[in-house]
């Protein structure tokens, strides 16, 4: 039984201002399952709905954000759950820290400035757990930290005493600290130079052998799936546009845009220039007829303007949604 099912997910940020509405359709029609005891990556560029997809699938969705059509549901250790009609309630006393744990872009949200470490794994524990003996509690959080290899004195130190790798650290410590099912990392090392990433991936990787749960990273750096996530999803657009095992889609990716984002990292001793894509991302609010990607496509056809690409199965867990395909066999 697959963890999550996300079935024709639409979630669009609705907003009024000087009497003009406007629709951004920052997640349009997503069909995804994450499994057990995997590392999904979840790439794409700037803007093309990979936070908001997760907003979503962690609940905490905010107006201007709604859903408008589809379905998030999930099976919990403790039953199944389904996103769209769960309450806060259970939200907190469930499924929020417990079974889903969101280390946020910007990590720092989750750290309070004026609090020192210790305190604020406290409080996220006294919220969900409660705190029954104080001396229990502090020994059970030094093992933890210890564990994931972290040094003991971060526990005594505030957030901004703590390099921003180290910080990273312990948000995903924070994450880890009750053993959720689901781990969602949204650009977990973007603001961090190359060295500090390699130690902050590893310690998402080891985490995630060690206790089988799965791992949702989110992140434009294509680099950074190669070497973690077992299967990755392309997003364009508000849109899943490939999906498949991490070999699959770095050794025989399907989409054209697959292909340019595979095609643009970098590769040792090549000084022959990347090729770079025309124009930019579609505004979200007013996104082109047909296949969203076809007004920067290289290969794009006539029926690309008109007519939405359905994805079609290329077998072991291999999707694409692009007109070329429909040629080569694909099922729908
Ligand atoms: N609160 C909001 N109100 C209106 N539109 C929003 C809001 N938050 C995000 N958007 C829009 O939704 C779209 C998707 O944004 P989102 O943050 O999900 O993208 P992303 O893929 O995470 O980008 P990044 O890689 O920059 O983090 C964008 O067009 C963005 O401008
Ligand atoms: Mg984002």
């Known amino acids: ?60 969705i905010k107006p201007p954000l709604r859903v408008e059509e589809g379905s998030v549901k999930y099976n919990f250790r403790y039953g199944p759950a389904d996103m769209s009609t769960v309450s806060e309630d259970e939200l907190r006393d469930n499924i929020r820290w417990k079974e889903i744990s969101y280390v946020m872009q910007g990590s720092m949200s989750v750290l309070n400035p004026v609090r020192k470490i210790m305190k604020t794994f406290e409080d996220i524990i006294a919220t969900h757990e409660g705190i029954k003996n104080k001396a229990d509690f502090k020994v059970r959080i030094e093992d933890h930290v210890k564990k994931l290899g972290l040094p003991p004195d971060v526990l005594k130190s505030y957030p901004h005493e703590l390099s921003g790798g180290m910080r990273q650290r312990v948000a995903i410590a924070m994450a880890t600290v009750f053993k959720p099912s689901l781990i969602i990392a949204d650009e977990p090392t973007t603001a961090l130079d190359v060295v500090v990433q390699r130690g902050v991936l590893q310690l998402l990787k080891e985490i995630q052998a060690d206790s089988k749960n799965t791992v949702l990273l989110v992140t434009h750096d294509m680099a950074v799936h190669a070497n973690v996530a077992d299967r ?25 845009y697959t292909q340019h984002l595979i095609s643009s990292l970098p590769v040792i001793g090549d000084k022959t220039g990347k090729s770079s894509l025309e124009g930019t991302p579609p505004n979200l609010a007013n996104p082109p007829e047909g296949c969203r990607f076809h007004p920067r496509c290289p290969r794009a056809m006539d029926i690309c303007k008109t007519q939405v690409p359905a994805m079609q199965n290329f077998g072991a867990g291999h999707r694409a949604a692009c007109h070329l395909l429909s040629a080569q066999g694909g099922q729908q």
């Open 1 to 60: 039984m697959s963890l999550l099912q996300v079935e024709n997910l639409k979630a669009y940020y609705k907003t009024e201002m000087y009497g003009i509405s406007r629709k951004v359709r920052a997640v349009d029609d997503v069909t995804m399952t994450l499994e057990a005891n995997e590392i999904y990556g979840v790439a794409g560029e700037s803007s093309c709905g990979k936070t908001t997809l997760i907003k979503v699938l962690s609940g905490t």
């Open 232 to 256: 990755v999803g392309i997003m364009y657009a508000g849109r899943l546009v490939e999906e498949g095992s991490t070999e699959v889609i770095f050794q025989n990716p399907s989409h054209p």
